[in-house]
């Protein structure tokens, strides 16, 4: 007969709930404790064929990682920083793009969990309830990257993206700009740009700007392209603006082209700014005002949070990490 979890506990002088915990790869089990269950749990064929076998070791060293998409600069360098935080442990990443898809990522949970990893990573704080409710309830070590919120569903390390839109808006307000206009993706598509733009929009507004904002919102891909055709947009209008927005520094370069296609000279007929200080910035021209976020150290902080976790070890429920402010050459002096 195949045996069971009470045949593990007896075989190791523990409760079955502590060779429970040991299997999933839970807190509360010391490390030496765990890899006697473990070699006792492989010793006694616990899992009856050898693909699921090949599971009960995932749950020790495979940890699943969901990203919005894998063409995006931001996030492969938040995947450089966790693949180097896990591979010292010898833990192992599965990647799963989710194209913004809400319903898509909580698909693919409930589908990694059948996999039984040792822990999950996941983008951003803004998920479908059902995702939440699943993650928690099954007890796995869970960051959150990208993003901070006071009730993560287990840790998170990012950045205040509402702050983020601040900081800017704040920003080109002190320089003297009065008429901004942001080129943005479509509002819920992604929850940390619509963050940024709503912090931007109310710094704006606190300064007595943006009675009716001047928004691009045909935006479906972070790339130059969209950039180019969104500030097309606002610039054709009968007011300009002054100042233009972008979610990100591939747009904001894509703008640049845009303006002077247009004949409208960068910075002193428009500002322009962008936000992730992407590397494509240190080679092209003119230098991009924008904001550097931490993506590679906030990688690499998750993956040590999560280490962690997996060894039982408590940690910070929240990590915010603070972006810096890059004043470049397509913005006025201040």
């Known amino acids: 007969m195949t045996p069971s979890i009470k045949d593990i506990a007896k075989a190791c002088a523990v409760s079955a709930p502590t060779v429970s915990r040991a299997l999933r790869g839970l807190g509360g089990v010391s490390e030496a404790k765990r890899r006697e269950i473990l070699q006792i749990a492989e010793e006694m064929n616990y899992v009856a064929n050898a693909s699921a076998r090949s599971l009960v070791k995932a749950s020790s060293d495979l940890v699943g990682v969901c990203v919005p998409t894998l063409f995006n600069d931001v996030f492969a360098s938040m995947l450089d920083g966790l693949r180097q ?3 010292k442990p010898g833990i192992s990443m599965v990647v799963h793009s989710n194209d913004y898809d809400p319903g898509e990522e909580t698909k693919w949970v409930e589908r990694l969990l059948s996999w039984r990893p040792a822990g999950i990573v996941l983008t ?31 840790f998170c390390v990012g950045i205040d993206h ?20 942001f080129v943005h993706s479509p509002i819920g598509r992604d929850p940390r740009a619509d963050k940024r733009l709503q912090g931007a929009l109310d710094t704006c507004r606190k300064a007595g700007l943006c009675g009716d904002p001047l928004v691009a919102d045909t935006i479906r891909r972070n790339n130059f392209s969209w950039g180019y055709a969104g500030a097309l947009q ?7 603006p002054d100042v233009l927005f972008f979610v990100n520094d591939h747009l904001a370069f894509g703008g640049l082209s845009a303006c002077e296609t247009l004949g409208i000279a ?10 992730n200080s992407m590397d494509v910035g240190a080679v092209l021209s003119p230098k991009l005002t924008t904001l550097r976020t931490p993506r ?8 040590q949070r999560l280490t962690a976790r997996l060894h039982g070890v408590q940690v910070p429920r929240v990590t915010e990490l603070a972006p810096t402010l890059k004043s470049g050459q397509t913005t006025r002096m201040q």
Do not use: N
Not at 127 to 141: E, F, W, Y
Not at 166 to 180: E, M, N, Q, S, W
Not at 234 to 240: A, K, N, V
């Open 162 to 181: 509402y702050k983020a839109g601040c900081v800017l808006a704040k920003h080109a307000v002190a320089l003297g700009y009065r008429r901004p206009g």
């Open 85 to 87: 935080g896990l591979a």
């Open 266 to 275: 960068v910075p002193q007929d428009i500002g322009v700014i962008g936000f």
């Open 296 to 303: 590679a150290r906030m990688g690499r902080i998750a993956a």
């Open 234 to 240: 606002l610039c054709s209008r009968s007011e300009c």
């Open 124 to 154: 951003g704080t803004d998920h479908d309830s059902r995702l939440r409710q699943t993650v928690r309830s099954s007890g796995i070590p869970t960051a959150e990257i990208w993003d901070v919120s006071d009730d993560p569903i287990d």
